[in-house]
């Protein structure tokens, strides 16, 4: 890799990574440019020249935030050799992530709704879609034996992703809610939602 390349690598990884410290230290009020700035040492001019503002900055984050958790639920999935157990592995491991991960899930789930993201679909999509689409495949030969219900794709992302995004949005903004039990009782009531 050329020097002015892996430079240029260098200062966008550490720009999200002050970015992400920025949000989990200071919260959605404190995450400003001049914050992530000041904590990366990385000139203002840097930032606009590799996000093209503090909206692309903060997509490009939830981007790689959302990549890394999709990536920690489709490699377990794809381990799985039952429809219940590849439900047990993305709802575990979902968990897992929240807990081992919170400024990740937080800066995830502070985003979901943020205006900054349509302006930035494609970007997002770049990194989201991959991912989904293996757990797609995965699916789709469970939905075809009649093990899974056949519901368009959006509609059973809700069912599998979305109490435990629910739970774990709850838990991240300092709900008294155990994990531990939610990965035991969970993935049953979410298999009941899903099975034909």
């Known amino acids: 890799m050329p020097p002015k390349q892996r430079r240029g690598e260098e200062t966008t990884r550490r720009?999200?990574?002050?970015?992400?410290?920025?949000h989990d230290e200071a919260g959605r009020d404190g995450f400003t440019v001049q914050a992530v700035v000041s904590a990366s040492?990385?000139?203002?001019?840097?930032?606009y020249h590799h996000f093209g503002s503090v909206d692309g900055l903060a997509a490009a984050l939830y981007a790689r935030c959302m990549a890394d958790l999709l990536?920690?639920?489709?490699?377990?999935?794809?381990?799985?050799?039952t429809p219940r157990g590849g439900v047990r592995a993305v709802v575990t491991a979902y968990l897992r992530f929240v807990q081992e991960q919170p400024a990740r899930a937080r800066f995830v789930h502070a985003s979901a709704y943020a205006g900054y993201l349509p302006a930035h679909a494609a970007a997002v999509a770049e990194a989201k879609e991959p991912r989904m689409a293996r757990m797609s495949r995965?699916?789709?030969p469970h939905v075809r034996a009649g093990s899974i219900v056949d519901l368009p794709d959006p509609l059973t992302e809700m069912l599998l992703i979305g109490p435990v995004a629910e739970l774990s949005r709850r838990w991240l903004a300092g709900a008294d809610i155990d994990l531990a039990k939610a990965a035991r009782v969970l993935p049953d009531r979410i298999w009941a939602s899903l099975q034909r």
């Open 41 to 47: 040492g990385v000139s203002l001019g840097s930032l």
């Open 138 to 140: 995965w699916l789709a």
């Open 71 to 81: 990536d920690e639920l489709v490699a377990p999935l794809e381990r799985a050799r």
């Open 15 to 22: 720009l999200l990574d002050a970015a992400l410290a920025v």
